[in-house]
């Protein structure tokens, strides 16, 4: 299994203001995905961030909004820019392998708990 | 995309009893299946999976059966321990597909 950490893992941040959340993962992997999570909801994939390349955003997410960089198979950053209140929420990295052509079990950081006033 | 859902949202369990947790999903193509247990204030992590050619899979406390024919999946925890109280999540992913999306989530509480 990959074992992933996230910096920050929690802050608090004023309205209008940008946060980067760095992902590490302990082994190279094909796949990096960024979900969010609000408070007893269920996660909701951001985008997949792809190496070398701009991120693929999924319905609803826009990269002038959460703009990921992916410079290598084992780290990826996530900025949540010009904050407000309704971006507090738990953002959470995602890691993935593909081998043989086969899925592969895609593991979870910790999280970043992220309150925007 | 994949529509997961779970049948129920809270779950209470006697201590030392078997807990079953139920999804249904909606896509027929989905040949890939996991379970996670998401506690509080910590990321999802990895229980149990099992593949479309499977319809049952064990591990430790856990098992995972699948019915391809009503698209149901479920877990079976035994001798369910207050450490299994979180939220567990089902996911299930058609070949090849790349991106995994979840249901609601099932809240466990194990009471003493």
């Known amino acids: 299994s990959a074992v992933i950490s996230q910096k920050p893992s929690r802050d608090i941040c004023q309205r209008g203001t940008s946060l980067t959340i760095q992902c590490q993962v302990d082994s190279q992997v094909t796949m990096m995905f960024w979900y969010r999570q609000q408070p007893g909801q269920s996660l909701t994939l951001i985008a997949t961030a792809n190496q070398g390349s701009e991120a693929t955003y999924e319905s609803g997410f826009v990269i002038d909004k959460f703009p990921i960089s992916r410079p290598n198979l084992t780290f990826s950053t996530l900025t949540v820019s010009n904050m407000s209140p309704e971006d507090s929420s738990i953002y959470l990295c995602?890691?993935?392998?593909?081998?043989?052509?086969?899925?592969?079990?895609?593991?979870f950081g910790p999280g970043t708990r992220l309150t925007v006033l | 995309g994949e529509s997961v859902g779970l049948h129920l949202p809270t779950l209470s369990v006697q201590e030392g009893d078997n807990s079953i947790i139920n999804c249904a999903y909606s896509n027929s193509a989905s040949d890939y299946f996991i379970w996670y247990k998401q506690e509080s204030g910590k990321g999802p992590q990895f229980i149990i999976d099992?593949?479309?050619?499977?319809d049952k899979r064990q591990g430790q406390r856990v098992t995972v059966l699948l019915n391809k024919t009503v698209k149901h999946l479920s877990l079976q925890i035994a001798a369910t321990q207050p450490g299994d109280s979180a939220v567990y999540f089902c996911a299930a992913l058609p070949s090849g597909y790349q991106k995994v999306t979840f249901g609601t989530g099932t809240k466990l509480q194990v009471i003493p």
């Open positions: 099992i593949r479309s050619n499977m």
């Open positions: 995602s890691v993935r392998s593909l081998a043989s052509g086969r899925s592969d079990t895609q593991y």
